[in-house]
């Protein structure tokens, strides 16, 4: 079975700060994708990135970067400089193949002023 | 085209009444996903198609739910006797079938509330 766990329910940060939001995954596949997704209270769900699981290379996109680790089995999400409009419930997910998502619980981030 | 439309965006109905939704996919995106989330939680897969078909349904989706996607463009989400576990946000995504490295984006949701 897949499962997706971020232990972290809610961070609050002040602007500025960095901050990091877990990810763990369990799965006996070897070839999977993950991802990450935002959800700001609009609703919809703003695709951010996916890796497949051959490929351990960090990601650095502007203030974004991604840290995969198979050893851990983690792929964690890094804000730099954090910004009020970063203010959203952030999710992981796992895809084997073509198949569904499986998502983590979500991490509530907010970023004050 | 923009994005994966969804409409209604919000929908009260009275507990036993039927409710139908509407996903309008991204152009020429085979792939159509319905999920469900409820406050606190993260998404879960309802269903999937491929074109017209439906190729994969989870146990969430009691004998009261039923979707369809002729033709292969548009899909529907029907919700019959709804009943207040219902209340939900309904999430539609869709993807390209060119092969394995794609992603899904998602519409901004259908909000049932049932009283």
């Known amino acids: 079975a897949q499962k997706v766990t971020q232990a972290q329910t809610e961070i609050s940060v002040v602007e500025k700060e960095d901050v990091t939001l877990d990810c763990v995954y369990e799965?006996?596949?070897?070839?999977?994708?993950l991802f990450w997704y935002k959800q700001p209270p609009s609703g919809e769900l703003v695709f951010l990135i996916r890796?497949?699981?051959?490929?351990?290379q960090n990601e650095i996109s502007g203030r974004y970067s991604w840290n995969f680790q198979k050893s851990t089995s983690s792929f964690n999400f890094t804000i730099t400089a954090s910004q009020v409009v970063d203010s959203a419930v952030y999710f992981c997910?796992?895809?084997?193949?073509?198949?569904?998502?499986?998502f983590g619980t979500g991490t509530r981030l907010l970023v004050s002023p | 085209d923009t994005g994966v439309s969804q409409n209604p965006r919000h929908k009260i109905t009275k507990r036993g009444q039927n409710v139908t939704f509407r996903c309008d996919p991204i152009?020429?995106?085979?792939?159509l996903y319905w999920y469900r989330q409820t406050l606190g939680q993260g998404p879960e897969f309802l269903t999937y198609?491929?074109?017209?078909?439906?190729?994969?349904k989870s146990r969430l989706l009691s004998d009261r739910f039923s979707a369809e996607r002729p033709k292969g463009s548009f899909s529907t989400l029907e919700i019959q006797r709804t009943e207040q576990g219902d209340s939900a946000m309904y999430l539609c995504?869709?993807?390209?079938?060119?092969?394995?490295?794609?992603?899904?984006?998602f519409g901004q949701g259908t909000r049932l509330t049932v009283v």
């Open positions: 995504a869709s993807s390209t079938g060119q092969g394995k490295d794609t992603e899904a984006f």
């Open positions: 799965t006996r596949d070897t070839t999977y994708y």
């Open positions: 890796r497949n699981s051959f490929d351990e």
């Open positions: 997910a796992l895809r084997i193949g073509f198949q569904k998502l499986v």
């Open positions: 152009s020429e995106h085979n792939r």
């Open positions: 198609f491929q074109n017209e078909a439906q190729l994969e």
